[in-house]
């Protein structure tokens, strides 16, 4: 990973580190090495309550609130790695979902051609 990727100058780019995470290029792997880096430490903010919802409310709404919060009011440690667990969660179901239409969406094509051709072998039978 290229660190410098969020540094600009003396500027961290919580932009880019937010839209990273979210949308799923930094690992936890390489989120845990930005953390360790110095220059990102001393750009979280200072006692920043961490709300947390369940789980089961996380979406891509919720995912992308919390992008823009790391941005402008809750860049801390403890906040980046629970955007990072959201964002994969909600990136995992969002791709479970997408199998799951294409599976549903061939299984409804091979209906179809399955009631055309016996349609047709009933036509040519009579």
Do not use: C, H
Not at 12 to 19: E, L
């Amino acid at each position: 990973m290229n660190i410098q990727r969020y540094i600009d100058g003396e500027n961290v780019r919580r932009d880019r580190i937010s839209k990273d995470i979210k949308n799923g290029v930094i690992d936890e792997e390489e989120l845990r090495g930005l953390i360790k880096d110095e220059r990102i430490t001393k750009s979280f903010f200072e006692n920043v309550p961490l709300k947390k919802i369940p789980a089961n409310e996380w979406d891509k709404s919720y995912l992308e609130e919390l992008s823009y919060k790391v941005i402008g009011e809750v860049f801390t440690e403890k906040f980046l790695l629970y955007l990072l667990e959201v964002s994969k969660k909600v990136n995992k179901d969002a791709k479970r979902n997408k199998v799951f239409k294409l599976i549903t969406l061939g299984i409804t094509v091979l209906l179809f051609f399955a009631l055309v051709a016996y349609g047709i072998y009933k036509l040519v039978n009579r």
